[in-house]
């Protein structure tokens, strides 16, 4: 059976991992082939780093960065933060990512999802989206969660699938490192409506909800400051995933 | 030394540190001459089918595949690599494999499954199958695909559950092809990696 993974989350600046608090106040945690490492030796099902700053000049830096942790390490990992082009797409594939998370570029431009699939295939595009409660609905939100789109979240995942994604990562601006959990709601209804497997993002703070998010129907859980700060052990956390019956490597 | 076929699809780096990690020598190459006298080749594939083997035939690598198949020195085909030692796919159109074993590639069905098959999947081994060898039952491995090759086949060696039962590790004489990624799939991918680069030897 297929198993739920776990997916720590590094947030990149050129060449070190920093983790903010609802996308503000960054602090300085680690190098990333370190923490890579690490992560793999634990456990971790894959790994995801975020490009934070995404500045041109910078993005060599990153991307040598990321080559390093390639190198290291020998399980599967995503590679987003300012991918806007079929051209990113393959300097990021390039550069030994599994697959590439698109955010703000997909939706300033949604063809470059379909170019990326032709090009690509469908198995390296993570459409990325970082949403936050507008009522009873949710709104994407763009440019590091500080530009409202507008649009309807679960409708744009809707559409970012058509076009050719592969996955979703949904990340919930309101849930971002306050651990109170993930936003469940928000996971279950892309769950019932998408095809595609859902990553959840944003708000895990405790083993529970983990389980919450498998529970509703999420195909992975993604978590960064918790495993930075060893508050979870990853070995521990998918023990106790196994005994809550779940499908866990 | 190990030839990773280089015919100019996705990232092939990934496969050769993995190969160093083990503990071998290997080249990346679009050179058919420099290819033709490792001790094993690697066919990696990412992407489509169709895009993938047109790109094969077009880089003059299709003769010396078709020489080490019927010859017997060790190929392995990772992803779509393995999908292309099939007849055929029918992943967006039709497309021609390069036939070495019977049957085609055809995309997971409409049902409840999430499609692409992606993460940790395990390995159930039915055959013996030498780049299988130490490789428990049911070990976990890392897949990434949206098309599949039945397990109904002899030269299926091992496969996973997904809906259906998909090849997961395919030999054919000294042909062998895996679905999932073994320079992804931690302990148990170099371990698959690691028996098949001994044949080499």
Redesign the interface.
């Known amino acids: 059976m297929l198993a739920k993974r776990i997916i720590p989350c590094l947030d990149v600046d050129q060449t070190r991992v920093v983790k903010g608090r609802k996308f503000m106040d960054v602090k300085d945690v680690a190098d990333p082939v370190e923490l890579a490492k690490r992560y793999s030796e634990q456990g971790a099902d894959e790994l995801v780093f975020y490009d934070i700053t995404a500045s041109v000049q910078n993005r060599s830096i990153f991307y040598g960065t990321l080559r390093s942790v390639a190198d290291a390490i020998d399980i599967p990992f995503m590679i987003g933060g300012g991918i806007k082009t079929v051209e990113d797409f393959r300097i990021a594939l390039l550069s030994g990512a599994d697959k590439v998370s698109i955010n703000s570029g997909a939706v300033q431009n949604p063809q470059v999802i379909s170019e990326a699939k032709t090009r690509f295939g469908s198995q390296c595009i993570v459409l990325s989206i970082d949403a936050k409660r507008n009522g009873k609905s949710w709104d994407v939100y763009i440019k590091a969660g500080q530009e409202n789109t507008g649009l309807d979240a679960i409708e744009w995942a809707m559409r970012g699938a058509d076009l050719g994604a592969g996955e979703l990562c949904i990340n919930s601006i309101d849930m971002d490192g306050v651990k109170e959990g993930y936003d469940l709601e928000l996971i279950a209804t892309l769950c019932e409506r998408l095809s595609i497997p859902v990553i959840a993002s944003g708000g895990a703070g405790k083993m529970e909800h983990f389980a919450q998010a498998f529970r509703v129907g999420a195909d992975a859980a993604l978590a960064a400051s918790v495993f930075h700060y060893d508050e979870i052990k990853i070995q521990e956390l998918k023990a106790y995933l196994k005994d809550q019956g779940f499908e866990i490597r | 030394m190990i030839g990773i076929i280089d015919y100019g699809v ?2 092939l ?2 496969v050769e ?2 190969i160093a ?1 083990a503990g071998y020598q290997a080249f990346i190459s679009s050179d058919i001459s420099a290819l033709a006298k490792a001790g094993a080749l690697i066919l990696p594939g ?3 089918f169709g ?1 993938a083997v047109a790109k094969l035939n077009g880089s003059g690598a299709r003769p010396l595949l078709d020489k080490w198949a019927a010859s017997g020195k060790p190929v392995l085909g990772i992803c779509v690599g393995m999908q292309m030692l099939y007849e055929k796919s029918y992943e967006f159109g039709e497309h021609e494999g390069l036939g070495y074993l019977k049957g085609s590639i055809t995309p997971f069905g ?1 049902g409840s499954l ?9 390995l159930v081994v039915i055959g013996d199958c030498p780049i299988l060898k130490g490789v428990e039952d049911k070990s ?1 491995a ?1 897949f ?3 098309f599949y090759a039945k397990a109904d086949s002899p030269d299926v060696a091992a496969y996973t ?2 809906g259906v039962k998909a090849a997961a590790c395919v030999n054919k004489g000294s042909l062998y092809g895996v679905q999932f ?1 073994p ?5 148990t ?2 371990k698959i990696l690691s028996n098949f680069l001994e044949l080499s030897l």
Request: proline share 3%; glycine share 12%.
């Open positions: 996705g990232n780096r990934n540190q993995a990690r990412v992407g489509a895009d409409q999430k499609v692409p098959h992606i993460g940790w999947n395990q976990y890392y990434v695909h949206s559950e997904y990624h320079e992804k799939s931690s302990k991918g170099a």
